[in-house]
């Protein structure tokens, strides 16, 4: 079957650095998408990675290696509006998305 | 910036009544999506659509239709809405370009069947 893991929540400092993981086992792999959603509020678009490596941009990075079925979301430099929950989504030889439960993540002053 | 705009934001209904949930996009994409998302679990789709009148079924249709008659506008209906409907409906749209499709959501219904 195919299955999308990422931890359920996580906790960090305002101002500090998190890393939220995703590995994946899917039918083909057509990219890698992160989401974020804030509560009550619909997904937004925050990264897509196709290729091995990783994509800056701004507080955000998002990392992949496809031979190892992971990645990562990096989020640096803290903000209180940054919690939220973080959605890992990759597309499948199908072009379906599959859709990871997503990571809450909390943080704190 | 891509709008998608969904009927209700929160919609409380009866067991049995037939439920009309309508999503439109102004952005001329192909592709619609229906998902529910329940606490704890991934976001699942319902049913989709890449043309004007066709429809395919998703992973959970069961209980669901959809209609798109025009490009713009995707719409989703509980035939008989049951408790277990209960949920957090999202609409998307997107178009492929090469190899990235990259979904646009609407606010999302809240739907409460008592």
């Known amino acids: 079957g195919q299955n999308i893991d990422q931890p359920t929540e996580m906790t960090a400092t305002e101002g500090a650095i998190v890393q939220i993981n995703c590995t994946y086992q899917?039918?083909?792999?057509?990219?890698l998408f992160w989401y974020q959603q804030h509560a009550g509020e619909a997904p937004t678009f925050l990264s897509y990675n196709v290729l091995d490596g990783l994509e800056e941009k701004g507080r955000f990075s998002s990392f992949l290696s496809r031979s190892k079925g992971y990645s990562y979301l990096l989020l640096k430099e803290l903000q209180m509006k940054d919690s939220a929950s973080y959605l890992c989504?990759?597309?499948?030889?199908?072009?379906?998305?599959?859709w990871g439960a997503g990571t809450k993540l909390i943080i704190k002053p | 910036d891509v709008k998608v705009t969904q009927s209700s934001r929160y919609l409380v209904k009866r067991t049995g009544e037939k439920v009309f949930l309508e999503c439109v996009q102004d952005?001329?994409?192909?592709?619609m999506f229906w998902y529910r998302q329940d606490p704890g679990l991934g976001l699942r789709l319902i049913y989709f659509s890449y043309d004007v009148k066709m429809k395919e079924k998703g992973d959970i249709p069961e209980g669901y239709s959809v209609s798109r008659e025009k490009k713009e506008r995707f719409s989703l209906i509980l035939e008989s809405a049951s408790t277990n409907q209960t949920s957090m409906y999202l609409c998307?749209?997107?178009?492929?370009?090469?190899?990235?499709?990259?979904?646009?959501f609407g606010p999302g219904t809240r739907l409460t069947v008592l």
């Open positions: 989504a990759v597309m499948d030889s199908n072009y379906q998305l599959i």
């Open positions: 952005m001329d994409h192909e592709n």
């Open positions: 998307a749209s997107s178009f492929r370009q090469g190899h990235t499709d990259t979904q646009y």
């Open positions: 899917t039918s083909g792999f057509n990219g």
